[in-house]
């Protein structure tokens, strides 16, 4: 079944952190990133600033359009500090 809620920026930083520390593998994060982020009608933090969503979409983009054997578990630390940028 699709997705039919918006992505939260706190869902989003759940997940880094969670693929940054080993609990999720780069596979399952690009599984996710494909499964949620791609349909084009989900909000991405509907509450949150333009620029906050813009930074989202770009790291989400990021993540579904590069193989997961390309990921840098250690730069998850990076992605966190753009989807925070209140």
């Known amino acids: 079944m699709d997705r039919t809620e918006a992505i939260s920026k706190e869902e989003l930083q759940q997940l880094l952190i969670g693929w940054g520390c080993g609990q999720i593998s780069s596979k399952e994060l690009r599984e996710w990133m ?28 990021e993540f579904e359009n590069v193989a997961s054997s390309r990921y840098v578990p250690e730069n998850y630390k990076a992605a966190l500090i753009i989807s925070k940028c209140d």
């Open 34 to 61: 494909e499964l949620n982020y791609f349909p084009l009608h989900l909000e991405i933090a509907p509450d949150e600033a333009q620029h906050v969503q813009r930074a989202m979409h770009v790291i989400m983009n």
